[in-house]
């Protein structure tokens, strides 16, 4: 997963309601993957997935301006199908990444909020039982980097009437496995409007075209 440019932290500006059919992907529809994807990289990948078969019940789509659009795709326990593409509709999707709920919490006080918001800047991540990761956005040579924010818009149905804005924080991070494997961390700021902010953790592996369908 490639992000080709800053976010600005503004909301999606898409003014049709028309909800994009990505690579065959959209809500109600179900997602079938190659085991081997996940089964491949052995006991040393942290992402776990105990099916082969995504039900797609929520969808996002976030607007990088100039950059295109990321496609968001929601399980009902929270597994997320993610694909980058230059058009809204996602006709031309590419990066494609399958990630997994780690951890969700809400920050006690803004002591936490301000060490997570440090963490995020680091050029490591480690903790919560999960071995090192290195930032994976704009390299790690720089110590301390700021993480990227956006609106991402979630749509609950088909309709695209039903749907909630969410402000979103983050920072990828990296390791890499045994066999030229690569596994993600996407450690995540979130607060939904009119809700509470929580900091979030999801690990994550690339996915070749090949090894989903819907």
Not at 104 to 109: E, I, L, T, V
Request: proline fraction near 5%.
């Amino acid at each position: 997963m490639v992000f080709r440019g800053l976010f600005r932290g503004k909301r999606d500006d898409t003014r049709d309601q028309v909800i994009p059919v990505v690579r065959n992907v959209t809500i109600g529809r179900n997602v079938r993957l190659d085991p081997l994807a996940w089964r491949r990289l052995g006991d040393e990948t942290k992402f776990q997935l105990n099916a082969d078969t995504l039900g797609i019940v929520a969808q996002g789509r976030i607007s990088l301006g100039a950059d295109g659009y990321v496609h968001r795709f929601y399980t009902e326990d929270d597994m997320m199908l993610q694909m980058v593409s230059p058009d809204a509709m996602g006709e031309q999707a590419e990066d494609f990444t399958l990630f997994g709920p780690w951890s969700s919490a809400y920050p006690p006080d803004s002591a936490a909020k301000r060490i997570w918001a440090d963490r995020l800047r680091a050029r490591t991540w480690e903790g919560e039982g999960l071995p090192q990761y290195r930032r994976f956005w704009f390299g790690d040579t720089d110590e301390r980097q700021d993480p990227v924010s956006f609106w991402e818009t979630v749509y609950d149905d088909r309709s695209g009437q039903d749907f909630r804005k969410i402000y979103q924080t983050c920072m990828l991070f990296s390791r890499d496995l045994p066999g030229e494997g690569r596994e993600l961390l996407l450690a995540i700021e979130m607060e939904p409007e009119g809700g509470d902010l929580t900091h979030e953790i999801m690990v994550g592996i690339p996915l070749n075209v090949g090894e989903f369908e819907a």
